[in-house]
């Protein structure tokens, strides 16, 4: 059974930085397309960055590039979402998922990832 277990969201003014850390369990940790997505109160859930766990490729939303870096530690099943330079509008509860195989295509379609944690919450502040 695929488990992801999120952490590191808080409140934090405008400007400030955070750190996410999504653990996986339960799936072989390579070669698989693990991602991070928000969703705030009335909005779609959106891709925020995506890796190819065990090889490296990222990718990014436009409107986190230069401020998001997602990261892993192989030897931790881990994946990392550091955000600096934080917005109001980056307020959102964010979520890790991944999906088996590929090399994120399509990887900001959310529909496209069958297993997700629990969500951690990320307020801005002005």
């Known amino acids: 059974q695929v488990q992801l277990v999120e952490s590191g969201g808080g409140s934090v003014q405008a400007g400030g930085s955070l750190r996410l850390s999504c653990e996986a369990s339960g799936i072989s940790y390579s070669g698989n397309c693990m991602a991070w997505f928000r969703q705030a109160p009335g909005q779609e859930r959106e891709g925020v960055a995506a890796?190819?766990?065990?090889?490296?490729?990222?990718f990014y939303a436009d409107t986190v590039k230069g401020r998001f870096t997602i990261s892993q530690d192989n030897a931790k099943n881990t994946i990392y979402l550091q955000m600096n330079s934080l917005h109001t509008e980056d307020t959102a509860m964010y979520y890790c998922?991944?999906?088996?195989?590929?090399?994120?295509?399509?990887?900001?379609?959310?529909?496209?990832?069958?297993?997700w944690g629990q969500g951690t919450q990320v307020s801005v502040s002005s």
């Open positions: 998922a991944v999906r088996r195989g590929g090399y994120c295509e399509f990887w900001d379609s959310p529909h496209l990832f069958g297993n």
């Open positions: 890796i190819v766990s065990g090889g490296g490729s990222t």
